[in-house]
C-alpha cells in the first residue's frame, strides 16, 4: 500500500495559481487510482478531481471545472493538482487519495482507503 504526502499549498490572492502536489511511497504507485479532495471548515470533504490508474479522468467537480487540471507522473510517483484562477471559496485543506485500480465511483471519500495529510490552501480576496 502507498502512503501519500501532499504538498504546494499556501496563501495566494484570488485570481492566481498554485500547484499541489501528491507524493507516493510503494513501488505500486502505477496501480493506484488518485483523487483530490478538499475540506472547508464547517463543511463536509468534498470531491475535486481524480484519474484512473489507466489515466482516466472523470468529470471535475462543477466548482472547479475549466480552472483545475489533474495530472499524474509514474516515473515520479506523483499526482498534481494545477489550481488556476482561484477563489475564496477554494479556500480549504486539500487531500490527496488513492486506491488501487479503482475504476469508479471517484467522487465519494468513501472510495479509497489511502489518505495524505492534507494541505491549507487559502485564497484571499
Known amino acids: 500500500q502507498v502512503q501519500l504526502a501532499e504538498s504546494g499549498g499556501g496563501l495566494v490572492q484570488a485570481g492566481g495559481s498554485l500547484r499541489l502536489s501528491c507524493a507516493a511511497s510503494g513501488r505500486a504507485f502505477s496501480g493506484y487510482s488518485l483523487g483530490w479532495f478538499r475540506e472547508a471548515p464547517g463543511k463536509d470533504r468534498e470531491f475535486v478531481a481524480a484519474?484512473?490508474?489507466?489515466?482516466?479522468?472523470?468529470p471535475y467537480a462543477d466548482s472547479v471545472k475549466g480552472r483545475f487540471i489533474i495530472s499524474r507522473d509514474n516515473a515520479q510517483n506523483a499526482v498534481l493538482l494545477q489550481m488556476n484562477n482561484l477563489r475564496p471559496e477554494d479556500t480549504a485543506v486539500y487531500y490527496c487519495?488513492?486506491?488501487?485500480?479503482?475504476?469508479?465511483?471517484?467522487?465519494?471519500?468513501?472510495?479509497?482507503?489511502?489518505w495524505g495529510q492534507g494541505t491549507q490552501v487559502t485564497v484571499s480576496s
Open positions: 484519474i484512473g490508474y489507466n489515466h482516466y479522468i472523470p
Open positions: 487519495a488513492g486506491r488501487l485500480r479503482l475504476d469508479r465511483a471517484f467522487e465519494y471519500p468513501g472510495s479509497y482507503d489511502t
